[in-house]
């Protein structure tokens, strides 16, 4: 399926999701809460898959743990930002700004090239993590 087609297809499930939650009632928050999930699936799955395709051989796990590292502080704070806003501005508006996020992230997916398909000059390469000395 290719990660961009997978991640477009999760942010306009994300963005689906957030509007189903704007609608309201019970059912709407489940049903949001089926599609969000779907979808954070999806981002995980071609964040995973864009990652393998530059690391250097030999380190793809390397550099998967590291996004992974470097994302827990970031998801935890957006999440406790995220519950301070809706308390302080009501979920109508939080998720109605929430909105704005994945269709943004949708319509710049549209911008890039296919990285895949595109070839980076000689100079660029992408870094190696240090490894750790043989153990003796």
């Not at 297809?9 to 509007?19: D, E, K, P, S």
């Amino acid at each position: 399926m290719g990660h961009r087609r997978l991640l477009r297809i999760a942010l306009l499930l994300h963005g689906i999701a957030l509007a189903v939650l704007l609608s309201g009632g019970l059912s709407g928050f489940f049903s949001a809460w089926v599609l969000a999930n779907i979808a954070l699936v999806g981002v995980d799955i071609a964040l995973i898959n864009l990652i393998m395709d530059f690391a250097p051989p030999g380190q793809k796990g390397a550099y998967v743990t590291v996004s992974r590292l470097v994302s827990i502080p970031v998801t935890s704070t957006a999440t406790l930002l995220g519950g301070i806003l809706l308390d302080i501005f009501g979920s109508q508006r939080v998720f109605l700004a929430a909105l704005i996020v994945p269709l943004a992230a949708l319509a710049l997916t549209c911008c890039f090239p296919e990285p895949r398909h595109t070839r980076l000059p000689d100079m660029v390469s992408m870094p190696s993590l240090p490894t750790a000395p043989p153990a003796v």
